[in-house]
C-alpha cells in the first residue's frame, strides 16, 4: 500500500532524477542474492540531497502520524534506513532506535541500538522493501524485546509477491512513500525508458528470481 498517489509520483520522479533508482533493461544488474535485474536502488542517496531528504521525511512524518497515529518510538533498520528514520525521529519528536541484523558479537551484544523501553509502540522505517526478509528481522527483534510493532513505512517497494506474502504471515502493516508501478508510470512520463522497454521490467517484476536466467 503507498501513502497516496502524488507521494508515490513525486517520490519516483526523485529517485530517478538523483538516480537513486537506475534502470537498465539491456544491462542488467546483478544483486547480491545472484538475481539478474533491469533496476537497482540504492535510496542512501537520498541522503546527499537536502530539499530531498526533507521532502521524504515530511511525507513520512505525516502519513505516519496519518496511517499509524503518534507511535513512542521510531526504528530504523541497520544500515540503510538509519539516516532517513533518525530525520522522521526527529521531525516527529520522538525517541529513535535502529536494529542490527544480528547481534553484535562484542561489548553488550546489542541487536536493538539505543535506549528501548519494552511495551512501548513502534513504526519501523525502511529504505527498501524486495522479498522483505530482512525488514521483518527487524520486527522479530523488535517483538522479541516486547515492542508493540504498529507498522513499517518503507520509501519503496519492488511489490513482489513474496514480499507481500511475507509481510501477511508476519501481521505487519506495510505502507510505502512510492512502488514500483508509479516508478515505471514516471520513467516512461520523464524520458528515462521507452514504452517498449516497459514491457521488459513489468516481466522482471513477475519472475524475479529466474528473469535472465
Known sequence: MIFNDNTAQKTAELLLQINAIKLNPKSPFTWASGWKSPIYCDNRITLSFPEIRKFLKNEFATN???KFGKPDYIAG????????????AEALDLPFVYVRPEPKK????????????????VVV??????TGKSSLQAVEALRAANANILGMAAIFTYGFDVASENFKNAQINLVTLSNYDTLLKAAVQNNYISQEEVSTLADWSKAPAVWGV
Open 77 to 88: 533498520v541497520a544500515t540503510g534506513a538509519i539516516g532517513i528514520g533518525l530525520l522522521v
Open 64 to 66: 505516519i502520524l496519518e
Open 125 to 130: 522505517v525502511e529504505d527498501l522493501i524486495s
Open 106 to 121: 562484542h561489548g553488550r551484544q546489542n541487536q536493538i541500538e539505543g535506549q528501548f523501553e519494552a511495551g512501548k509502540s
